[in-house]
């Protein structure tokens, strides 16, 4: 029975074409997701500044707004960790596709040529595939775990503003100044969290 070119019987159960719709679909969502995670982490960390350079330039009129403006700075650099650990989970990944794909063509051709091919160089070349498969899936559940903890992080972070809300709208002349850090601040991490769900949503259908 001949197999069809495309259609190889893998570890992974995705043919070549899957393997290489995947990885066009998660090579595209996460250079997008960090190109604008950058700047908007950067956006974050400045508005954590301001609010503490706020803080110290009203004195003790604002000092209880100090530890709000610390808890951003601290947020901030979580966050910064946070997508530095999700970035070290990506590269392993987008590695393991790059070796599924090779192997997958090696195979591809070596089952077209039917007889003609020698059996333990199929062999040989489907198991180095089924390798870089469970590569990918381990890769696959470490990048998961990496977004959970960033889901985390932001979700505390988001905690914080709203504390940081609350507690500007409570300090009389300088409330109007600390209202706007807390609602600038609050709109950034808003958005990065929308960001960090949509990328979750667009890849969750391609990892293994």
């Known amino acids: 029975m001949r197999t069809e070119p495309n259609t190889p019987p893998d570890a992974g159960g995705q043919s070549l074409l899957e393997l290489r ?24 960390d400045r508005k954590a500044l301001n609010a503490q350079v706020l803080v110290k330039r009203h004195g003790k009129q604002l000092a209880g707004y100090g530890v709000v403006a610390q808890s951003f700075r601290e947020g901030a650099q979580r966050m910064q960790d946070a997508a530095a650990d999700v970035r070290g989970a990506i590269q392993p990944l987008m590695s393991g596709f790059m070796h599924s794909l090779r192997e997958s063509q090696i195979v591809d051709k070596l089952a077209a040529r039917g007889a003609g091919a020698a059996r333990s160089t199929l062999e040989q070349s489907a198991q180095r595939r089924s390798t870089h498969v469970e590569q990918m899936r381990r890769s696959s559940d470490r990048l998961r775990q990496a977004l959970e903890r960033f889901d985390s992080v932001v979700a505390e972070l988001e905690y914080v503003v709203v504390n940081g809300r609350i507690e500007a709208s409570l300090k009389g002349d300088g409330q109007f100044a600390l ?30």
Do not use: C, G, P, W
Not at 184 to 204: C, G, K, Q, S, T
């Open 179 to 208: 209202a706007q850090v807390s609602t600038d601040m609050d709109r950034a991490v808003i958005l990065v969290r929308d960001m960090l769900h949509n990328y979750v949503e667009n890849i969750e259908k391609a990892l293994l």
């Open 21 to 44: 719709e995947n990885f066009i679909r998660i090579a595209d969502a996460t250079f997008a997701f960090q190109t604008e995670l950058r700047t908007r982490l950067r956006e974050i």
